[in-house]
C-alpha cells in the first residue's frame, strides 16, 4: 500500500474544501435544510458542473470522471466536515453503483450519464429501516449465520414475502413491468430524489428473492413524506407505494432465483460505503475539534485562555488521537475497497466496518467533547456546535451501532465459531455456549466446569481416574471473547 495521495488526489481535497469554505458555512447549512428540497441546488449543481463530484466514481465511458474509491472518501471527507446537505451520498454512493453493477446497457446509459452531471438525483429504498443490513455492515437480525442473503435469509428485512416489508408482483395487466405495494421508511434524500431504487420482495416466502426496482419520482401511487429527522442534514423520507408501477433493475435471472446477484452487489457497494461514510464522519469529527481548540484558545476563565488547564489539553490530546486514528482507519478501508473484488473482497470488507465504527466513536467523541467545553453557548440553538453533536448520533443510529459494525467484522474475519455467529454474538441466546457434559462448543468451560479448574482436580474418570484421561476441569485451554 502506498500511502501518498497522489497530485490528483490533493487537487480534489484543495479544490472542495476551498469551495465549499467559501459556499458552506453554517448559516449557509442552517438556511439549505429549511428549503423544499433539503439542500441547496445551485450548490450542488456548481459542485456537479464544474468538479464532476456525482460522478467522481463513475466511469468515463457513462460520463463520470473515472476516479474510485479513494477519491470519492476524500470528497466525503470535506463535505463532511463542513456537515455540506446534499443527495451526494444516497446519489452517488448507494445508488449509482447499483445501477452500474446491475442494470442493463440501457438502463446504464439513460441513467449514468445524467447522475453523473447531475441533472439526476437517486435514493435507495430499503424496507424495515435495514439499511446496513441489507449493505452487510451488520450482521441480520434474523440470525443468518454467514450474513448472506439466501432465500428466507434475502427477504428478511425486505418484507420476507409476508406481510410488511415492499412487494413486488408482475403486472398482469399490461403482460410486462412490474407492480409495487408497501412502505418504506427512514430513505435518505427519498422527498427530493428523482429516482427511487427500491427493494421489494418477489415471489412470496417460499420461492422468493429480493430484487431492485427503479421507480420514477413523478409515479402514479407513489406518496413521499419529508420526516422530521435528527440531523437535518441528512433529510429523510417515508415513501409509500399503493401499486405503484416499476421497471426491474436488470434482469430476473429466472423467476424463483434467490436474488444472490442482488445481494452480492448490495454487499460489495457497502463495502464501498463504509470507507466513504467512515471518511466523512472523520471530516466531521476533525472540523469539530478545531473549532473547540479555537474557542479554547479565546474562552478567558479566571485571567487565562481555559485551553492552558491541563485538564482541557488532556482531553482534547484524546480526541485529537481518536480522530487521527480513525482517518488512518478510513483511508486504509478506502484504499482496500479500491482493490476491487466486490463482496469476495473480505479484507476491504472487515476494514470497512472496523473503519466505520471507529469514525463513529471519534465522531461521538469530538462532538460531545465541543458541547462540553464550549460551555453555555454549546447548547445554544444559534451555535454550530449542535449541529455536529446530530449528526454523530444520527449516524450511528442509521449506520451502526458501533458493537454491531464489529461484531460483523469479526465474524466476516472468521474469529467466531459456528455457535456464535447468532444476531447479537449468542448461539440462539445462549452466548455461544452448547453445554454437553460441563464442556461447550468453544473448547472453553462451563460454569459448572469453573468450580473445578484448580491444579490437580479431576473427576473420577480423569487423570486421577482409573482410565487416566484428563477431565473437562484439567489442563485444556479456555476461551473467552
Same mark, same amino acid.
Given at each position: 500500500?502506498?500511502?501518498?495521495?497522489?497530485?490528483?488526489?490533493?487537487?480534489?481535497?484543495?479544490?472542495?474544501?476551498?469551495?465549499?469554505? !467559501?459556499? *458552506?458555512?453554517?448559516?449557509?447549512?442552517?438556511?439549505?435544510?429549511?428549503?423544499?428540497?433539503?439542500?441547496? !441546488?445551485?450548490?450542488?449543481?456548481?459542485?456537479?458542473?464544474?468538479?464532476?463530484?456525482?460522478?467522481?466514481?463513475?466511469?468515463?465511458?457513462?460520463? #463520470?470522471?473515472? *476516479?474510485?474509491?479513494?477519491?470519492?472518501?476524500?470528497? *466525503?471527507? !470535506?463535505?463532511?466536515?463542513?456537515?455540506?446537505?446534499?443527495?451526494?451520498?444516497?446519489?452517488?454512493?448507494?445508488?449509482?453503483? =447499483?445501477?452500474?453493477?446491475?442494470?442493463?446497457? @440501457?438502463?446504464?446509459?439513460?441513467?449514468?450519464?445524467?447522475?453523473?452531471?447531475?441533472?439526476?438525483?437517486?435514493?435507495?429504498?430499503?424496507?424495515?429501516?435495514?439499511?446496513?443490513?441489507?449493505?452487510?455492515?451488520?450482521?441480520?437480525?434474523?440470525?443468518?449465520?454467514?450474513?448472506?442473503?439466501?432465500?428466507?435469509? &434475502?427477504?428478511?428485512?425486505?418484507?420476507?414475502?409476508?406481510?410488511?416489508?415492499?412487494?413486488?408482483?408482475?403486472?398482469?395487466?399490461?403482460? $410486462?413491468?412490474? $407492480? =409495487?405495494?408497501?412502505?418504506?421508511?427512514?430513505?435518505?434524500?427519498?422527498?427530493?430524489?428523482?429516482?427511487?431504487?427500491?427493494?421489494?420482495?418477489?415471489?412470496?416466502?417460499?420461492?422468493?428473492?429480493?430484487?431492485?426496482?427503479?421507480?420514477?419520482?413523478?409515479?402514479? #401511487?407513489?406518496?413521499?413524506?419529508?420526516?422530521?429527522?435528527?440531523?437535518?442534514?441528512?433529510?429523510?423520507?417515508?415513501? @409509500?407505494? $399503493?401499486?405503484?408501477?416499476?421497471?426491474?433493475?436488470?434482469?430476473?435471472?429466472?423467476?424463483?432465483?434467490?436474488?444472490?446477484?442482488?445481494?452480492?452487489?448490495?454487499?460489495?457497494?457497502?463495502?464501498?460505503?463504509? &470507507?466513504?461514510?467512515?471518511?466523512?464522519?472523520?471530516?466531521?469529527?476533525?472540523?469539530?475539534? &478545531?473549532?473547540?481548540?479555537?474557542?479554547?484558545?479565546? $474562552?478567558?476563565?479566571?485571567?487565562?485562555?481555559?485551553?492552558?488547564?491541563?485538564?482541557?489539553?488532556?482531553?482534547?490530546?484524546?480526541?485529537?488521537?481518536?480522530?487521527?486514528?480513525?482517518?488512518?482507519?478510513?483511508?486504509?478501508?478506502?484504499?482496500?475497497?479500491?482493490?476491487?473484488?466486490?463482496?469476495?473482497?473480505?479484507?476491504?470488507?472487515? &476494514?470497512?466496518?472496523?473503519?466505520?465504527?471507529?469514525?463513529?466513536?471519534?465522531?461521538?467523541?469530538?462532538?460531545? @467533547?465541543?458541547?462540553?467545553?464550549?460551555?453555555?453557548?454549546?447548547?445554544?440553538?444559534?451555535?454550530?456546535?449542535?449541529?455536529?453533536?446530530?449528526?454523530?448520533?444520527?449516524?450511528?443510529?442509521?449506520?451502526?451501532?458501533?458493537?454491531?459494525?464489529?461484531?460483523?467484522?469479526?465474524?466476516?474475519? #472468521?474469529?467466531?465459531?459456528?455457535?456464535?455467529?447468532?444476531?447479537?454474538?449468542?448461539? @440462539?441466546?445462549?452466548?455461544?455456549?452448547?453445554?454437553? #457434559?460441563?464442556?461447550?462448543?468453544?473448547?472453553?468451560?462451563?460454569?459448572?466446569?469453573?468450580?473445578?479448574?484448580?491444579?490437580?482436580?479431576?473427576?473420577?474418570?480423569?487423570?486421577?481416574?482409573?482410565?487416566?484421561?484428563?477431565?473437562?476441569?484439567?489442563?485444556?485451554?479456555?476461551?473467552?471473547?
Amino acid at each position: 500500500m502506498d500511502a501518498a495521495f497522489t497530485e490528483e488526489q490533493d487537487e480534489i481535497r484543495r479544490t472542495l474544501r476551498t469551495l465549499l469554505r !467559501e459556499r *458552506c458555512g453554517p448559516d449557509e447549512v442552517k438556511t439549505a435544510v429549511h428549503t423544499a428540497p433539503g439542500y441547496d !441546488e445551485a450548490l450542488w449543481r456548481q459542485l456537479a458542473r464544474t468538479l464532476g463530484l456525482p460522478g467522481l466514481a463513475l466511469p468515463a465511458a457513462y460520463g #463520470g470522471v473515472g *476516479c474510485g474509491v479513494t477519491e470519492l472518501a476524500l470528497a *466525503c471527507e !470535506e463535505t463532511g466536515r463542513v456537515l455540506l446537505p446534499s443527495p451526494l451520498l444516497p446519489t452517488a454512493v448507494f445508488a449509482a453503483p =447499483l445501477v452500474a453493477a446491475l442494470g442493463t446497457e @440501457e438502463q446504464r446509459a439513460e441513467l449514468l450519464p445524467r447522475i453523473a452531471e447531475g441533472a439526476l438525483t437517486a435514493a435507495l429504498a430499503v424496507p424495515g429501516r435495514a439499511l446496513p443490513e441489507a449493505l452487510g455492515l451488520v450482521g441480520a437480525r434474523d440470525g443468518a449465520r454467514n450474513g448472506m442473503w439466501d432465500g428466507a435469509q &434475502a427477504g428478511s428485512w425486505a418484507g420476507g414475502g409476508r406481510a410488511g416489508g415492499v412487494q413486488a408482483r408482475p403486472d398482469r395487466d399490461e403482460g $410486462r413491468g412490474w $407492480r =409495487l405495494y408497501g412502505q418504506v421508511e427512514q430513505v435518505l434524500g427519498g422527498h427530493s430524489a428523482e429516482l427511487l431504487l427500491v427493494a421489494a420482495r418477489a415471489g412470496g416466502y417460499a420461492r422468493g428473492r429480493t430484487l431492485l426496482f427503479l421507480v420514477p419520482a413523478e409515479a402514479d #401511487g407513489l406518496v413521499r413524506t419529508r420526516l422530521t429527522a435528527l440531523d437535518a442534514t441528512r433529510p429523510q423520507a417515508r415513501v @409509500e407505494l $399503493r401499486d405503484v408501477p416499476a421497471e426491474l433493475l436488470g434482469v430476473d435471472g429466472g423467476g424463483s432465483g434467490s436474488g444472490d446477484e442482488v445481494a452480492e452487489a448490495l454487499a460489495a457497494v457497502g463495502t464501498a460505503a463504509a &470507507a466513504v461514510l467512515a471518511a466523512e464522519a472523520v471530516g466531521a469529527a476533525d472540523a469539530a475539534l &478545531a473549532r473547540t481548540v479555537d474557542y479554547v484558545r479565546a $474562552r478567558e476563565q479566571f485571567g487565562r485562555p481555559i485551553g492552558s488547564f491541563q485538564a482541557v489539553k488532556h482531553r482534547l490530546a484524546d480526541v485529537y488521537v481518536a480522530v487521527q486514528a480513525a482517518r488512518s482507519a478510513a483511508y486504509y478501508a478506502a484504499w482496500a475497497a479500491a482493490q476491487g473484488g466486490g463482496a469476495e473482497n473480505t479484507e476491504a470488507a472487515v &476494514a470497512g466496518g472496523l473503519a466505520l465504527a471507529q469514525a463513529l466513536e471519534a465522531q461521538r467523541t469530538a462532538a460531545a @467533547e465541543a458541547v462540553q467545553l464550549h460551555g453555555g453557548i454549546g447548547f445554544t440553538w444559534e451555535h454550530e456546535t449542535h449541529l455536529y453533536f446530530k449528526r454523530a448520533a444520527s449516524d450511528e443510529l442509521l449506520f451502526g451501532p458501533v458493537h454491531r459494525l464489529r461484531a460483523r467484522a469479526a465474524e466476516r474475519e #472468521g474469529l467466531f465459531g459456528a455457535a456464535d455467529r447468532a444476531p447479537y454474538g449468542g448461539h @440462539e441466546g445462549r452466548g455461544g455456549n452448547d453445554v454437553h #457434559g460441563g464442556r461447550d462448543t468453544n473448547g472453553g468451560r462451563d460454569a459448572q466446569g469453573v468450580q473445578g479448574a484448580h491444579a490437580g482436580q479431576g473427576r473420577p474418570d480423569g487423570p486421577d481416574g482409573p482410565d487416566g484421561r484428563d477431565g473437562p476441569d484439567g489442563p485444556r485451554k479456555a476461551v473467552a471473547v
